[in-house]
């Protein structure tokens, strides 16, 4: 039987020794370790160095040197924001994404015992990477854990109305807080940035229903709507109206009460004056009189009742309406013939 004999190869010109292939070798893996010393970290993210496996540094942007063998890094994302979702998951992100819904994360009861499907998102950044890798085990998990039990208890202490529709700001708000502190007091090393509701909706059974609830609501508060436009309308144009009339009451008012007291002044004065001359004013008044009326009766003509031989041809349709007086009459004016 042959043995098979293994032998180095022999070099002409050079006799290569064991001593120096073992030195060779030290270079190589002295080479290797050199190699792997160096490491980079990105521009959003910070090293986290181990030595032995407990925390010894944090490492910056760029190129950054470690203990071969006895040092390992972590690589954490502190400027890059990151997201969870709930209720849904992201199948396929393109300009027609796809989504696929998880019903047992969405499905929530609200606190008038209906049944409401409530998707969000919540956006948060590593703040503190040694809380964030060695404080909490499955930090993950864990997160997504507090955000959903945070949620069910905000949306368990409104109405399904509160959440469908006005109230969704204000349940991102509060989710937030509560979420932010629960993330402090466990030392998870997390911001959190926004939670933001995605898709509110009842669940599918119901939609047809919940959709008729809708359409009344909007048609009652379209109606609410016009009669206060109607209302700010009419009521505005009646006070108005009635400012109007109480003031044209008092101007008209006003005016009786002046004239009325003009009036009296001046009979009071005319009364002195007649009492003072009686033939003189009394003269006075007549001709007044029957200067200011006289031009208002037209034309007259004052006949004698005992003249005769009237020309027919005198015009009398030029001079207006004609009165014939009866003999010792007088006008209507109170003149005398």
Same mark, same amino acid.
């Given at each position: 039987?042959?043995?098979?004999? *293994?032998?180095?190869? &022999?070099?002409?010109?050079?006799?290569?020794?064991?001593? !120096?292939?073992?030195?060779?070798?030290?270079?190589?893996?002295?080479?290797?370790?050199l190699f792997n010393s160096f490491y980079q970290v990105g521009p959003e993210e910070v090293g986290v160095v181990l030595r032995f496996g407990q925390y010894n540094r944090t490492t910056s942007p760029g190129l950054n040197f470690k203990m071969p063998l006895a040092e390992e890094y972590t690589l954490v994302p502190v400027q890059r924001q990151l997201k969870l979702e709930f209720g849904f998951r992201t199948v396929e992100a393109n300009v027609r994404s796809r989504f696929a819904r998880q019903e047992d994360e969405s499905m929530m009861l609200t606190g008038d015992l209906n049944v409401a499907t409530v998707e969000w998102i919540v956006q948060y950044r590593v703040s503190d990477p040694f809380q964030?890798?060695?404080?909490?085990?499955?930090?993950?998990?864990? *997160?997504?854990?507090?955000?959903?039990?945070?949620?069910?208890?905000?949306?368990?202490?409104?109405?399904?109305?509160?959440?469908?529709?006005?109230?969704?700001?204000?349940?991102?708000?509060?989710? &937030?807080?509560?979420?932010?502190?629960?993330?402090?007091?466990?030392?998870?090393?997390?911001?959190?940035?926004?939670?933001?509701?995605? @898709?509110?909706?009842? /669940?599918? /059974?119901? &939609?047809?229903?919940?959709?008729?609830?809708?359409?009344?609501?909007?048609?009652?508060?379209?109606?609410?709507?016009?009669?206060?436009?109607?209302?700010?309308?009419?009521?505005?144009? !009646?006070?108005?109206?009635?400012?109007?009339?109480? +003031?044209? !009451?008092?101007?008209?008012? =006003?005016?009786?009460?002046?004239?009325?007291?003009? @009036?009296?002044?001046?009979? =009071?004065?005319?009364? @002195?004056?007649?009492?003072?001359? /009686?033939?003189?004013?009394?003269?006075?008044?007549?001709?007044?009189?029957?200067?200011?009326?006289?031009?208002?009766?037209?034309?007259? +003509?004052?006949?004698?009742?005992?003249?005769?031989?009237?020309?027919?041809?005198?015009?009398?349709?030029?001079?207006? &309406?004609?009165?014939? +007086?009866?003999?010792?009459?007088?006008?209507?004016?109170?003149?005398?013939?």
């Open positions: 039987m042959e043995e098979n004999i *293994f032998e180095m190869p &022999k070099f002409k010109g050079a006799n290569v020794s064991p001593k !120096a292939i073992a030195t060779l070798i030290v270079i190589g893996l002295g080479l290797l370790l964030y890798l060695f404080r909490v085990r499955g930090l993950t998990e864990t *997160f997504r854990a507090m955000t959903e039990a945070v949620m069910r208890r905000i949306v368990g202490d409104r109405t399904v109305t509160e959440v469908l529709t006005v109230g969704r700001q204000e349940i991102e708000v509060t989710v &937030k807080e509560q979420l932010q502190e629960l993330c402090n007091q466990y030392e998870t090393g997390i911001t959190v940035d926004q939670v933001v509701l995605q @898709d509110v909706n009842p /669940p599918d /059974p119901v &939609k047809p229903s919940w959709d008729q609830v809708n359409q009344a609501q909007q048609q009652r508060d379209r109606m609410i709507n016009e009669a206060q436009t109607e209302f700010n309308q009419e009521i505005p144009r !009646a006070r108005g109206e009635a400012q109007q009339q109480v +003031l044209q !009451a008092e101007g008209y008012r =006003t005016n009786r009460v002046n004239r009325s007291q003009g @009036d009296a002044a001046r009979f =009071t004065a005319l009364a @002195d004056e007649y009492r003072k001359a /009686p033939e003189v004013t009394r003269q006075r008044l007549y001709l007044e009189t029957v200067e200011r009326v006289m031009p208002r009766m037209g034309g007259k +003509l004052l006949l004698d009742s005992q003249a005769e031989g009237v020309l027919p041809l005198l015009p009398l349709d030029a001079l207006g &309406k004609i009165q014939r +007086l009866p003999a010792g009459g007088s006008s209507e004016g109170g003149g005398s013939q």
